[in-house]
């Protein structure tokens, strides 16, 4: 794949002393908008493009962010982080998702012997990682989109808090349940993508990664109908299952993102053990036509090219479709987590990558 351009993404004062802009995690295009997020905080940032005059995007600034407590109930209350690694936007409708993972604490460099050791032994779990959210999109008075927490009959809502996680969905499950109580980092489960087509919403998994197959779960969340700011899970298909799994066979990578594109899912691949790369963007066609449960070999997904990656840096983790006027082919904006020092810009902004993946029904 041929990077056409790099963007500059600005971010506010208290944006960069979070880290969000060193740390995103997701991004989806909203018209001319962008809805990032990075996985330090609860919040979600919009930033606006700025256009030349042909209508090709230069540059997101003027930065406005979202507070999930502001519109949902979190489990853990607004001062934890919620770890988001996935955004979807389809029917008037923004979705974000953690990474419904548990971590094992890291080793801090000058640390004992003894104390290391403590460390390596403890798993973390942070609550507000265990969530989906669905927030009401409007149209503000400036003609951008804005995330309500109520319009009309819609009101923002949340699935987690109340033993209906999509881990708690999946204790009895034959492939997952064992990686239920393994830290991400160390193959257990870790939410990295998500995707809205219809009704339906696709969940990536970094991991695990079984023998080499990623999984992607399938669900059809909706209103609960006991509290309109909680969702619950509808029965997927004709029966009464509430979700699906689908294994790909991505060569040993995990999902890092996923991506709509018509009826196909570009996926956006990557370790899933804490390794730089390779990391590819591959193009599963007719993802959204599938009735069942699937097994995806190798053959039926088309290898688009490889993303670049640094050495301890620059770990591709979003993609977005990039409408642009007059552009021709399909572009994706990328976005990195732990970006390289070529990446930030002396004004406190970070670099993305404009890719081009092909010409018309690439």
């Known amino acids: 794949m041929i990077v056409n351009r790099r963007v500059e993404l600005r971010f506010g004062h208290e944006s960069r002393e979070a880290e969000t802009h060193t740390n995103l995690s997701a991004v989806r295009q909203d018209g001319r908008c962008?809805?990032?997020?990075?996985?330090?905080?609860?919040?979600?940032?919009?930033?606006?493009?700025?256009?030349?005059?042909?209508?090709?995007?230069?540059g997101y600034g003027a930065q406005a962010?979202?507070?999930?407590a502001d519109l949902v109930p979190l489990p853990a209350g607004p001062g934890e982080e919620a770890d988001i690694e996935g955004l979807a936007r389809a029917n008037g409708w923004l979705w974000a998702v953690g990474s419904h993972s548990l971590k094992r604490k890291k080793i801090k460099p000058g640390q004992s012997a003894s104390k290391a050791r403590k460390r390596l032994a403890t798993v973390v779990r942070e609550d507000n990682r265990f969530i989906l959210a669905r927030l009401p999109l409007v149209t503000g008075d400036d003609g951008l989109p804005e995330v309500v927490r109520e319009d009309g009959d819609r009101t923002a809502a949340v699935l987690g808090g109340h033993g209906d996680s999509l881990t708690d969905l999946l204790e009895d499950d034959p492939h997952l349940a064992p990686f239920l109580t393994i830290p991400s980092k160390d193959n257990g489960i870790d939410v990295e993508g998500i995707a809205a087509h219809g009704d339906r919403l696709y969940i990536g998994l970094r991991g695990p990664v079984l023998r080499g197959w990623a999984v992607l779960i399938e669900i059809r969340p909706g209103p609960h109908p006991d509290d309109p700011r909680r969702l619950r899970l509808r029965p997927v298909g004709d029966g009464k299952d509430l979700y699906r799994t689908h294994f790909l066979d991505l060569g040993g990578l995990g999902i890092r993102d996923l991506c709509p594109h018509g009826d196909d899912l570009l996926v956006l691949t990557g370790p899933s053990m804490d390794l730089d790369g390779p990391v590819r963007v591959v193009r599963w066609r007719g993802a959204a036509r599938a009735d069942a449960a699937e097994i995806v070999p190798a053959d039926d997904l088309e290898v688009l090219g490889d993303l670049p990656y640094g050495e301890g840096d620059d770990h591709a983790e979003g993609i977005a479709v990039l409408d642009e006027a007059g552009a021709a082919g399909t572009r994706v904006l990328v976005v990195?987590?732990?970006?390289?020092?070529?990446?930030?810009?002396?004004?406190?902004?970070?670099?993305?990558?404009?890719?081009?993946?092909?010409?018309?029904?690439?």
């Open 34 to 58: 962008l809805w990032v997020a990075g996985d330090e905080t609860a919040t979600i940032e919009r930033l606006t493009a700025d256009l030349d005059g042909g209508g090709r995007v230069t």
């Open 65 to 68: 962010t979202i507070a999930l």
């Open 336 to 362: 990195y987590d732990s970006p390289s020092p070529a990446r930030l810009t002396p004004g406190g902004g970070v670099v993305a990558d404009v890719v081009d993946l092909g010409g018309p029904g690439a």
